[in-house]
């Protein structure tokens, strides 16, 4: 106790009374006050002194006392602290840190103790060495990683685990962020809780004030990301209920019977699937939502992976016109029927919002990059994938069958991420047995994260009587996370306009 013993005789030699109150702890009369004054604390730890003035500024007393900072170190070039894995770290008494030895180990500052000790103890973990050694003055295990904060990701931290650990941060944004990181590398690992000092900016000065360690003050630590107290979440629920009618953003479908069975239209942040048996209707209907929801002024972003653009333009110009699909498709079109396409033509397109983007190689990030950019550039409200299974692989050496749950995955991740619906096209089976029967959710083709992983399912089914068509499609709500399901959805059939509904 070099330096402990030096301060005291310092204020000793100055006329000052000194209290020692144990081994290496003492209260000293500060200079200028009383007799009774007792607001000097000093306190010895391992290599110098720990010296705090409740009255005055700790460095001017110091002076006045003949005292500079290189006295309160054991040895005049400072402190050297010693890692058990051969790292050394050398402190001058200005503060300036130098490494030795093993500069690229792991281990923590006294790392064998805290192994060593007994379970239920708790461990305290602070920014510094001076800190640690403050803490063994008073007979804890305290522990650091090297060179300060921001540096414990790359500290061994497995001697702190299943251990109740005190973190004590250092009074500053830097010593917040680090009590963060180490609470976060711990959580799951050990009981990790944050704590600040009563006073001073870290432990070391906490204990020179003479505090006591259950007068650490608890710091709540932040919740983990995207983690909301239910309170919050009804302030801003409230908002969304009451909203008014023009920040509502629900888009109505084509088929108003089917709004009623789905919560009133489609919901930015969910995904729909409409599957169908080839020439079943999946695009048809799929082009129709698009169209119908871009005519109300929602932008859509509609991604065709089977047809070209033409194809894409020829079934909506009929379908908006209520024109002849066939001869359009022979070009062919009789005047009544070019006089409704160019009514359509002149009075809706120009302010119909739907975007189209054919190209038969589309992967899940050429749709995803592209609708994040639409959705930059103006915003987005919905997008349409014809169809699920011919989207390309994605990167990576995947199966057909896990690649597809992939796509599922990201295009529900990116209806969240852009708060936009997505309706994607999906293939039914087919098969002898599955011709003339209503399908059912193990109809979807290769993989069950479609099912898993859509918001509403619709599945498409062309009733017979007799063997002949009804002239009739069923839209089957087979599964539905906010309504009903497994509800029939009847509606007129209408391929000649390529269209579903009257």
């Known amino acids: 106790m070099i330096a402990y013993q030096r ?55 110091l002076e006045s006392v003949g005292l500079g900072l290189v006295d309160l170190f054991d040895q005049p070039r400072g402190a050297e602290y010693r890692y058990d894995d051969g790292r050394i770290v050398r402190r001058s008494p200005s503060k300036e840190f130098k490494q030795a030895g093993n500069t690229k180990g792991s281990s923590l500052f006294r790392a064998s103790r805290v192994a060593e ?87 070391a000065d906490h204990i020179a004030a003479g505090r006591r360690l259950d007068e650490f003050v608890w710091t709540q630590a932040p919740l983990p990301e995207g983690v909301r107290r239910l309170s919050d979440a009804v302030e801003d629920w409230w908002l969304w209920l009451h909203a008014p009618a023009e920040k509502v953003r629900i888009f109505p479908s084509p088929w108003p019977h089917l709004d009623d069975v789905i919560g009133g239209g489609l919901h930015p942040g969910r995904t729909y699937v409409i599957a169908g048996r080839p020439g079943g209707g999946k695009t048809v209907g799929l082009l129709n939502i698009g169209q119908h929801l871009a005519e109300a002024g ?138 003339s029967r209503p399908p059912v959710l193990s109809d979807l083709r290769e993989t069950g994260d479609i099912e898993q992983d859509c918001d509403v399912a619709i599945l498409l089914h062309h009733p017979t009587m007799e063997g002949l068509p009804t002239g009739e499609i069923e839209l089957i709500v087979a599964k539905n996370r906010t309504g009903t399901r497994d509800t029939i959805v009847t509606l007129p059939w209408r391929p000649h306009f390529a269209k579903i509904g009257a």
């Open 7 to 61: 301060v005291v005789d310092a204020f000793r030699a100055a006329g000052l009374i000194v209290l020692e109150r144990s081994s290496g702890v003492a209260q000293a009369q500060a200079p200028g006050h009383s007799a009774a004054d007792r607001s000097v604390s000093i306190r010895a730890i391992e290599g110098q002194v720990l010296i705090h003035c409740h009255s005055d500024d700790t460095d001017t007393v």
């Open 117 to 203: 000790a007994d379970p239920d103890r708790v461990i305290w973990f602070v920014e510094g060495e001076k800190d640690v050694l403050a803490l063994e003055a008073l007979g804890e295990i305290a522990t650091c990683t090297a060179m300060g904060a921001g540096k414990a990701h790359l500290a061994d931290l497995s001697p702190l685990y299943g251990r109740r650990v005190v973190i004590v941060r250092d009074m500053d944004d830097v010593g917040l962020a680090h009590a963060n990181q180490v609470a976060g590398l711990l959580a799951g690992r050990a009981e990790p809780c944050i704590v600040s000092p009563a006073e001073g900016k870290d432990a």
């Open 298 to 435: 929602s932008p859509v972003l509609m991604c065709s992976l089977e047809m070209p653009e033409l194809e894409m333009v020829s079934r909506i110009m009929a379908s908006g016109a209520e024109a002849d699909y066939g001869r359009i498709t022979r070009r062919e079109v009789v005047e009544r029927d070019r006089y409704k396409l160019e009514l359509y033509r002149s009075s809706r397109v120009a302010e119909t919002e739907l975007w189209l983007m054919d190209n038969p190689s589309m992967t899940v990030e050429h749709i995803s990059e592209t609708a994040r950019q639409m959705s930059a550039r103006g915003g987005l409200d919905a997008i349409c994938v014809d169809y699920l299974g011919l989207v390309s692989a994605s990167r990576g050496k995947r199966d057909r069958r896990e690649s597809l749950g992939h796509i599922m995955k990201e295009l529900v991740k990116l209806s969240k991420e852009l708060s936009v619906a997505v309706v994607l096209a999906c293939q039914l089976n087919r098969g002898p047995d599955q011709s």
